[in-house]
């Protein structure tokens, strides 16, 4: 194909010296023509560009890796999958293969779990805004209640005389676990007092009985002692809130924010050697346990991981739609997907490979995505050797809350497939099309267009 013609420019391109993040400018390009045995241009070729494309394989081995990490140093370990990480149905029903419980923080994700046919005493119920109506099912249904403040606990209280019975609960905590900024929006405060008068106001109410802590102390977390810490204050409060008011903790719940190897943007270090090991977290969590709780005692540990099991399963497959120079000479490629779609790139540097070997020169790039939003930017600082129209771009990991935020905003949202472990493609979701953004929509008779003027 012959290319068509373009401006010289002379632009400077550094080429073999390391730079502060430890390799070349010029480094290798990285192609990936296939995933999981799948060859990209065959998944485009029947299910379209851009395209989710999700492992099965990758999401089992995460899960079992990383409940092997905590079930070997703990003797009772629950995971819950954390709905608002990834809620298509085939990536919560894999977790649920594989043992996993619901953890949801909304009425609409209560509502997504049990249509997935979870029980709601498979069901942690946590957020910061549950209704009257969402509380009044979840505790009609036995799920899990982390209350997150003194009005729900009042709702609480108003259900559980409604129902004619105690109601089951758990309190959600924010405490100072070394790591800032501190998450304090959430829950009642430890350190303060707040939350040991949240559960005395539950004892002398007569209705709740409390039976589990919650604390979700960050996302991102990239020093697994903060857990070690979070985890001795949870045993602490629980023997605390046992003497003052005789409630039993049956389950620490210590939320999740375990990172994925996602590339922080201004990170020097690879997340390879900048993150510690899931089993550095786990031994953290198992240490502080062992020597926090009384010989006996053994709660159920409950984690909520999301980002750190779906995030490597997830890709996202674009294609360069336009190839321009900006007026500083810098190449920029217009691609299929953008910001749209991925949600995450305001805060991460993708792993960005192109579908086949290309010749010529790196230089320094941006990738734009197609909406006309300034701010739909890719990557702003690759570098790529001269792609053609119709270069795939293969974009990872993309797994954790791409999909979840992805918008419907200028450009459809597109299908997403899932590479079964077999090596066959399943379509997870379709396409959309314009029905699924207009059903909703109801135009006045007096708007329609009949009997408009030309």
Known sequence: MKRPYEKPVINKLVTGLMNKYGRSPAYSRKVRSE???????????????????????????????????????????????????????????????????????SAMEYEKARAQGVPGNRIIFNGPHKSPAALEKAAHEGAMINIDNLDELYDLEAIAKKLRRHVHVGIRLNLDSGIQPQWSRFGFNLESGQALEAVKR???????????????????????????????????????????????????????????????????????????????????VGRALSSALRP?????????????????????????????????????????????????????????????????????????????MNIDVIDEGILLPPLLRGTRLVISPVGAYNHTQSMQFIEYRPASVLVAMDGTVDLIREAEDLTDMTRREKLPARLKAEGRGA
């Open 35 to 105: 995933i999981d045995g799948v060859p990209v241009e065959e998944l485009v070729s029947k299910h379209g560009s851009p395209l989710y494309v999700y492992s099965e394989r990758t999401l089992r081995q995460r899960y079992r890796r990383m409940y092997g990490a905590f079930s070997t140093r703990y003797p009772n370990v629950a995971f819950g999958w954390s709905y608002k990480t990834n809620y298509l149905a085939a990536v919560c029903a894999v977790m649920h293969q594989e043992g996993s419980l619901a953890e949801v923080v």
């Open 202 to 284: 539950m004892k002398n109410g007569g209705r709740l009985v409390l039976k589990g802590l919650h604390c979700h102390i960050g996302t991102y977390i990239m020093e697994a002692a903060a857990y070690g810490r979070q985890v001795k204050k949870m045993v602490e409060f629980a023997y605390e809130v046992e003497k003052s008011f005789a409630f039993s903790i049956e389950y620490l719940d210590i939320g999740g924010g375990f990172p994925s190897h996602s590339r922080l943007k201004g990170s020097y270090l690879s997340p390879e050697v900048s993150l510690p090991s899931i089993d550095e977290y786990a031994e953290e």
């Open 296 to 372: 006996g005692d053994v709660p159920k540990l409950i984690l909520e991981s999301g980002r750190a099991l779906v995030d490597e399963a997830g890709w996202l497959i674009s294609t360069v739609t336009a190839t321009k120079r900006l007026p500083d000479g810098t190449r920029a490629y217009v691609a299929d997907a953008g910001v749209n779609l991925l949600f995450t790139a305001f805060w991460y540097k993708f792993n960005i490979e192109l579908d086949r070997e290309v010749g010529g020169v790196n230089e320094p790039s941006v990738i734009y995505g197609p909406l006309c």
